[in-house]
């Protein structure tokens, strides 16, 4: 039996002869949390609804638990969707709201119905606020009752369309434990749209990054973010340094690279065919000194100057000449002044290499 709760192959879709997804091959296990993660018109929400059966795809293959469901309507597939803006009925109170889809089967009495929802209202901590009606209640909670009406009909695979992006930034943090809590309670089958980096990597097992339609990398948070495989990603994870240079010397293991005038970094990578190639160095990986370090590779005099004051940590804006700029997070309590002169140092190791 394959292992994988959801597959596609193949998967495209087009609007008037435009690509909106091409060739996307997923293949996601049974009780995975997993995130669609790509800037807006990447196509994300397209995949999303081309699962639940709200999209029909042009050509390729969607199956679930072995089953092939390409074809199938969304009524008939053991998969839920919460959609963004929630999509609760105004004039029914909670109860009603969840209990829709539980009637509409009219495959339970009424007396389960009431049980099956009352225990949904107490996994998605609301029990009590059966009786109330949705504009009663806040984002936070009307997210909890969409959640709470898609889980109770059991599916295989819960689907999430950027369920953060209407709450603001202290609720959104409790949504997140949440949804880590109820994935982990129901162990069920989470697939997430989102456009925001920092909610795919805190609540993923995987990610699944899309741009113009095609599926760039899927991998681990922690993969996708220290080994991203093509520009765009290093890019649109995280905050980096995205330069380009010359290789200019080659050994064993190690690439000399000239990064506009004067400025040559070792690299600890050696199998490239082109002489142009893209570094890209984490702004957390630039390490910050008063005083030169002996035989470290990698150091340059640098002029301070701009500083981010960011709460926990401060980002410096460092020039290296009158062409090169590099940014570094440090941590520390040095607060460096403006125009103060200083050493910064990057390990070979942690410059990540794409040949153009």
């Not at 997804?21 to 800037?39: A, D, H, K, R, Y």
């Not at 997070?329 to 990540?352: F, H, R, V």
Request: charged share 20%; proline share 3%.
């Amino acid at each position: 039996m394959n292992k994988f709760v959801i597959e596609t192959r193949n998967l495209c879709k087009k609007y008037q002869n435009t690509p909106a997804v091409t060739n996307i091959n997923l293949q996601i296990e049974s009780g995975e949390f997993i995130s669609i993660l790509g800037p807006s018109g990447s196509g994300k929400t397209t995949l999303l609804r081309m699962l639940a059966g709200l999209e029909e795809s042009d050509s390729g293959q969607i199956l679930l638990a072995d089953n092939d469901i390409t074809n199938i309507a969304p009524y008939k597939r053991p998969i839920n969707m919460v959609f963004q803006n929630y999509a609760l009925f105004p004039h029914m109170n909670v109860f009603d709201n969840i209990a829709f889809g539980l009637k509409i089967k009219r495959e339970l009495t009424q007396s389960k119905i009431k049980d099956v929802v009352l225990n949904a209202l107490n996994l998605v901590k609301l029990s009590g606020y059966d009786n109330r009606y949705p504009h009663q209640l806040s984002g936070g909670q009307q997210q909890r009752v969409a959640i709470a009406r898609a889980i109770v009909n059991e599916p295989l695979v819960l689907l999430l369309d950027e369920p953060l992006s209407a709450l603001d930034q202290q609720i959104r943090d409790e949504m997140k434990d949440e949804l880590i809590y109820l994935q982990k309670q129901l162990n069920m089958t989470f697939i997430m749209v989102t456009h925001d980096q920092n909610d795919a990597l805190s609540l993923s097992k995987r990610i699944a990054i899309i741009n113009n339609g095609i599926l760039e990398q899927f991998a681990s948070a922690s993969q996708i973010y220290d080994k991203p495989e093509t520009k765009f990603i290093a890019k649109f994870i995280g905050n980096t340094n995205l330069l380009t240079g010359q290789i200019i010397e080659k050994s064993a293991n190690e690439l000399i690279v000239e990064v506009n005038t004067g400025i040559k970094l070792v690299v600890n990578q050696s199998n490239f065919k082109s002489q142009l190639i893209s570094l890209s160095i984490r702004l957390e990986k630039v390490t910050l000194n008063l005083k030169q370090i002996a035989d470290s590779k990698n150091q340059f005099p640098a002029t301070i100057i701009r500083s981010q004051y960011q709460g926990g940590y401060t980002v410096y804006s460092l020039k290296l000449n009158e062409s090169t700029i590099i940014k570094a997070i440090d941590t520390s309590s040095a607060n460096y002044q403006i125009d103060s002169q200083i050493w910064l140092s990057i390990n070979p190791t942690d410059i990540i290499v794409f040949e153009d």
